[in-house]
């Protein structure tokens, strides 16, 4: 195996469980290495730190893997760690809830492999080149655990360009599944279509906060902006909303999004889907004079990394701004981020621009984060990639 030397002072976050060693870190690499290849790394004293992946092509040049030397990652490694993360989340899974994240890449001590579970089938996202590598053995393991129907490869990911790796999307194993999973979440039925979905096919991660926001809602009207298959929609009529507009660009997402309306037997005639630009729609309304009791705002990743964090706070505050008017007094903004690189405290403070810019005052009476099949690993704050605040307009 070829030993990795960090530059010397270099070994701190090594040694604190952190799992990314940046390019400009490596002093020397003893030997010839290839993409993907398991490495050891050493201080620059030569003494043994961790195993991990090595990639040139990546800025994160090392994934760690383990920092104990006994512990090589080998093949029983491998299989054990996807074991213990599928273990961890059996309790998740019920009739009344039958999908969730299996896997979630390194808060689950592998780098770049993500795994969601609908119903009989997963979805798969393999990000990085050392796990790229593994694929054979993470499909047969993840078969063994679930006695999956089908797994199907949902690796058309921008951060495999980072590792040099072109897209990756079709059948790993079992059947195809079908164009249209139903499964269930918090009692509610979901056609997802996994292939053709955004990400791996459905948002798991909101589960517990749709739940939260539901209980806000009764006899209110509701907005519920990128919306995707609904969500937040269907929540809120479970709960006794008395009338939901939803609001998303993509037309698959409004169309799943009816069909899974009829598939709960919800009232068509209290629900309205527009097709549109979000901010766009949200000046329509203001022009209208249209409000709202309360609205959820969960837009797509605005900062990407932080070099885009400016920008990203612009968009954000403009979002929240346009919500905000169309709250009377009394009325809730349930608002989210799902960018890394924005800290809660950084989206509070966005949300506080937001109000000043809208002319209201607001009270923040919860913050919502993501559940515990995304779990935040204690040595890597980069995990916590979802916050959300839910805000009354006072």
Request: proline share 3%; hydrophobic share 40%; charged share 25%.
């Amino acid at each position: 195996m070829v030993d990795i030397l960090l530059k010397k002072g270099k070994e701190k976050a090594v040694l604190q469980r952190h799992p990314w060693i940046f390019s400009g870190a490596i002093d020397k690499i003893k030997g010839k290495t290839a993409n993907g290849d398991l490495v050891c790394v050493r201080s620059a004293k030569h003494d043994f730190l961790a195993y991990g992946f090595y990639n040139a092509e990546s800025r994160v040049a090392l994934r760690l893997l383990s920092w104990d030397q006994s512990q090589l990652p080998n093949e029983n490694w491998l299989r054990q760690k996807i074991g213990t993360a599928v273990k961890n989340r059996a309790h998740l899974l019920s009739a009344a809830n039958n999908t969730c994240r299996l896997i979630f890449s390194e808060s689950d001590f592998l780098p770049g492999l993500i795994v969601d579970q609908f119903a009989d089938y997963l979805s798969v996202q393999i990000l990085t080149t050392g796990m790229d590598r593994l694929k054979p053995i993470i499909i047969d393991e993840l078969q063994k655990q679930t006695g999956a129907k089908g797994i199907f490869d949902k690796s058309d990911n921008s951060a495999r360009a980072h590792d040099g790796l072109e897209d990756a999307k079709g059948l790993l194993w079992g059947q195809m599944p079908p164009e249209f999973v139903e499964v269930k979440e918090n009692g509610i039925v979901y056609r997802i279509n996994i292939a053709d979905g955004q990400k791996s096919g459905f948002y798991c991660d909101q589960r517990v906060n749709r739940e939260v926001v539901a209980r806000y809602v009764k006899d209110k009207s509701v907005l519920d902006c990128f919306c995707y298959s609904g969500g937040f929609t269907l929540n809120a009529f479970a709960q006794g909303a008395k009338a939901v507009t939803s609001v998303d660009s993509s037309a698959l997402a409004i169309e799943t999004l009816k069909q899974n309306m009829a598939l709960n037997n919800f009232d068509a005639n209290a629900h309205q889907a527009i097709q549109n630009d979000v901010n766009k729609q949200l000046r329509t309304f203001k022009e209208d004079g249209k409000t709202f009791d309360l609205i959820v705002l969960d837009p797509p990743k605005y900062a990407p990394s932080r070099s885009a964090l400016d920008r990203a706070a612009r968009a954000y505050k403009d979002l929240n701004r346009l919500g905000m008017q169309l709250l009377e007094k009394g009325g809730l903004l349930a608002t989210f981020s799902c960018s890394g690189a924005v800290d809660i405290e950084t989206f509070k403070q966005i949300i506080a621009w937001a109000a000043l810019d809208a002319d209201k005052e607001v009270q923040i009476i919860h913050q919502f984060t993501q559940p515990e099949d995304h779990p935040l690993r204690s040595s890597f704050p980069e995990g916590e990639y979802l916050k959300g605040l839910l805000c009354r307009i006072c």
